[in-house]
């Protein structure tokens, strides 16, 4: 795996086994005196894991009217549609970027029932504790969670018939069109997800070619569908 380094924020990559599944792992340092609070803002994407290093002072985190205090020291944050505003006072934070195949191929389920919300990982895998331990052991992030990520690797199988209708739209040119119409009927499009194509409601971006490719936020938003509206994307 690949690794940019430097402190306070270091990436990996995924190795080529789980690269479909995991857009990569990070790691962010923020060593803060007793009192002091950090504000940071959280850019919108998709599903990621997220584990406080023992010792860390505890955050949270705001998405929307949705505030979570204290965020669990193993979190899944799911699919977001707008920006997070987060506080932190102090401590390391490690994660891994969940792609829309990797969650259909490692966790499956419905994905909108987590978005623009914080739960704890155990949630969402029963064997969370395995991988807390792990890093709470000092394994290195990126190799603790390959190795926890890669044995649920394959896990599901994601539905084909969602990546048919997406490329078929997309061949007819009406691909807007029907994920607007998806999102209004509150289907889960991040299931569409699970061909690759879409990746979250405001940074959406098609990434087939054809007719449909780009932004889709200008979309949702000529049919008012960001107002009071949480999407599955």
């Known amino acids: 795996m690949e690794r940019a380094g430097g402190q306070p924020i270091e990436y990996w990559r995924a190795s080529e086994t789980l690269a479909p599944f995991v857009s990569g792992y990070h790691r962010y340092s923020v060593p803060l ?14 599903a990621t894991i997220r584990i406080a290093m023992p010792g860390s002072r505890g955050w949270s985190v705001r998405f929307g009217s949705r505030r979570y205090d204290d965020v669990p020291q193993a979190a899944m944050f799911g699919p977001t549609s707008y920006a997070g505003y987060l506080e932190a006072r102090g401590g390391t934070l ?30 969402v895998d029963a064997d969370a504790a395995s991988l ?10 990126d190799l603790a969670f390959e190795e926890w990520l890669g044995l649920r690797a394959g896990r599901h199988e994601p539905d084909p018939r969602i990546a048919r209708m997406i490329v078929a739209a997309r061949d007819r040119g009406c691909l807007k069109e029907v994920l607007v119409i998806a999102a209004a009927l509150s289907v889960t499009l991040m299931t569409a997800a699970q061909a690759g194509t879409i990746v979250s409601a405001v940074s959406a971006t098609v990434l ?26």
């Open 33 to 46: 005196p007793p009192g002091v609070t950090l504000h940071d803002v959280v850019f919108p994407s998709w």
């Open 132 to 141: 807390e331990a792990a890093i709470g052991d000092g394994v290195r992030p």
């Open 208 to 233: 087939s070619g054809g007719p449909g490719v780009g932004n889709i936020a200008d979309t949702y938003n000529q049919f008012g569908l960001f107002t009071d509206y949480t999407s599955g994307v």
């Open 94 to 123: 490690v994660g891994a970027g969940i792609l829309p195949h990797g969650w259909a191929a490692m966790f499956g389920g419905d994905v909108s029932r987590f978005a623009n919300r914080v739960v704890p990982l155990s949630a």
